[in-house]
């Protein structure tokens, strides 16, 4: 003969906390002994904690399950459980990893070699795009040229071809000036003279050359993170600190994680005040850095070593105006597609080992368990299907 199926008390079943506890139920009191026996069906308290947990869920921890009694019990003042159905869909499984929201890029602007006194600078915070003043030295403003190699000589009709005379014909072009030049490494005359215009719009003399300290060369658009130059001091060392103006989420991924930040990964970022963001990973470093200890000799611990990671995110605006802020980032570690799943709550453990799921009509179901992922468990087992009804208590 088969044994019924019997939920039991305060049974816990493997795998990490994932969400608060619940506040258990108070047993029921005991009836007077003129009193007919009430079974009622009194649920389970239990302690769940994190959404996330490996495939097999096997990780130390748990979830604390107690169930129904057939001990007397008063009548409730109202019902204690509620239903909830199961579901076909997709768990994804995640390992969270502390970042930094910032900007892409650091650069460093040093004084051009010929000197001068320092006469403006730009504001900390300020964004300074192509053509535009970046600081200036003996009231000449220095502008701002897109490129990927700065300019290294002076330039001129005659000189030797050279990507850095590609870089100021394209961004003479940009500016609107020599709308017929070629987008090649030849310094020709007709390149000196749409030179000669650009410094007339300067109010520069019309000399026709580029020298290295007539423009600044950045990658792209920058914004100015710090300001070392004094004005009125001197042009010598560095003048500015830059960064890109793309906003990225830069993480130090353990090198035994590495493996979850694979380039185009999609990523959830999680903001300070509990907001959240969509991004991909858009770049992964190649060379491991270690941290340094906190011994007296600091040496470093490679077994803390990390790789840098970057994050591009999909909406930047939904970051608003946050800074250098403390954020987290979700990676993916394991998915699980087209399952049937549960909330955590729904879980019965039972007296005979197991778990279960109760109908509403008080029918327990034998459940194999899988994953753990976004407060959710993958059930499988005999009669289970989408779309039935299964208790989980009332909060």
């Known amino acids: 003969m088969t044994e019924p199926l019997t939920p039991a008390r305060g049974t816990a079943f493997p795998g990490p906390a994932l969400e608060p506890a619940l506040e258990p139920v108070d047993p029921a009191p005991e009836p007077a002994d003129h009193e007919e026996p009430v079974r009622g069906r009194g649920r389970r308290s239990l302690l769940i904690g994190t959404a996330v947990v490996v495939l097999g869920a096997v990780a130390a921890g748990g979830v604390v399950l107690s169930t129904r009694t057939d001990a007397p019990a008063a009548p409730a003042a109202g019902p204690r459980t509620g239903t909830t159905p199961v579901v076909r869909t997709d768990l994804v499984q995640s390992e969270r990893v502390d970042g930094t929201l910032g900007y892409a890029g650091d650069y460093t602007v040093t004084a051009p070699r010929d000197g001068g006194i320092v006469t403006w600078l730009p504001d900390v915070g300020a964004t300074i ?205 394991g998915r699980r597609e087209d399952v049937l799943a549960v909330p955590v709550p729904a879980l019965l453990a039972l007296a005979e080992g197991g778990y279960a799921v109760e109908t509403p009509e008080g029918r327990l179901i034998p459940v194999t368990l899988g994953v753990f992922a976004q407060g959710r468990v993958e059930i499988s087992g005999a009669g289970l299907r989408a779309g039935m009804k299964v208790e989980v208590p009332l909060a």
């Open 129 to 333: 795009a192509r053509g535009q003043r970046a600081y200036a030295v003996d009231g000449v403003a220095v502008p701002l040229f897109h490129g990927s190699i700065p300019l290294y000589r002076t330039l001129e009709e005659g000189v030797d071809d050279g990507p850095d005379v590609r870089v100021v014909k394209r961004n003479l072009k940009a500016l609107g000036y020599g709308g017929l030049l070629a987008d090649d490494d030849r310094f020709t005359s007709g390149t000196a003279e749409a030179v000669r215009d650009w410094q007339e719009d300067l109010g520069r003399e019309r000399t026709g050359k580029v020298a290295p300290g007539d423009v600044l060369v950045e990658p792209g658009s920058v914004r100015v993170t710090e300001i070392p130059g004094i004005i009125g001091a001197p042009a010598e060392g560095p003048l500015l600190k830059l960064s890109g103006t793309r906003r990225v989420v830069t993480v130090d991924m353990p090198v035994g994680r590495q493996q979850l930040a694979g380039n185009g990964a999609a990523v959830r970022v999680r903001l300070p005040g509990g907001r959240t963001t969509d991004g991909k990973v858009s770049r992964v470093g190649t060379v491991a850095r270690s941290a340094p200890s906190a011994g007296p000799d600091r040496q470093t611990s490679a077994a803390d070593a990390t790789v840098p990671v970057e994050v591009t995110l999909s909406k930047p605006a939904e970051v608003g105006a946050l800074d250098g802020a403390p954020v987290q980032v979700d990676f993916t570690s």
